[in-house]
DNA sequence: TCTCCTTATATCCGTATGTATATAGCGGTA
DNA sequence: TACCGCTATATACATACGGATATAAGGAGA
């Protein structure tokens, strides 16, 4: 038997009043865009348009106090995107609590009870 | 100033494969239900339809092993529902990973990096 | 100055999700 | 035996969310 049967993964989104600052989309999103230095090659990478994905840059900017990505329009590549500082500590944030969480006993005794046919 | 703000609420959703398992939605349902001892009922207060409520049901009782709720039909109440031992073992668990979860030090930190007007 | 690729933004549309509504069946109790 | 209120289920409809598409603007470099 391989490993993964009856497996519960934990998603975990940050709530502020009624808009959700972070979420696993928006964490990965963070990530990529870091990565590519591109609002819209992250949201290719995610295969997710970029319509989406500047709406979710635009409210995690708008949640918190200082923006989490910084973008520049114009140049020769044509602009771009980057973390600042905060978003830097933010993602890093988040990994840190997604993991603490993902490691509770409270869910491998829930993934005990599951149903074998998932 | 009273006190609540800047305040960042996790919400926690637990996906076994692709359907999601247990969320708050669920775990409100399931203290509902076992609260009014019918699903209709737990529906009400949720200002929730029932054919929704009664899908809820369905999927947490088809993604564990033994159903969370007990329902009975007919009687002189026309029925009712109630929580399986297992429905108040799995709905305690949530509980307490909730509880763990909202206490961890990066919550607060992340927190601390909103934004005012929320 | 022209090109290029991105950010930024609006409009339209399809799909998917939930609500509303209707109906059948059940089985204690009066 | 008739009633009552619930579970269980189907169908039709509204609405909201995301995707597709179009367009403007920006600015470094050739």
Not at 48 to 71: G, Q
């Amino acid at each position: 038997m391989p490993d993964s049967n009856t497996c519960l993964t934990p998603r975990l989104r940050l709530k502020a009043g009624d808009t959700i600052a972070l979420g696993p989309g928006k964490a990965q999103l963070l990530e990529l865009i870091q990565q590519h230095r591109s609002i819209s090659a992250a949201a290719r990478a995610m295969k997710m348009s970029y319509r989406r994905a500047w709406l979710l840059v635009d409210t995690m900017n708008t949640c918190f106090e200082n923006p989490l990505v910084l973008t520049a329009t114009g140049g020769n590549q044509g602009g771009g995107a980057e973390l600042s500082d905060e978003g830097l500590k933010v993602l890093a944030l988040y990994r840190q609590y997604e993991n603490a969480v993902s490691e509770r006993p409270e869910l491998t005794e829930l993934a005990s009870l599951l149903s074998k046919n998932t």
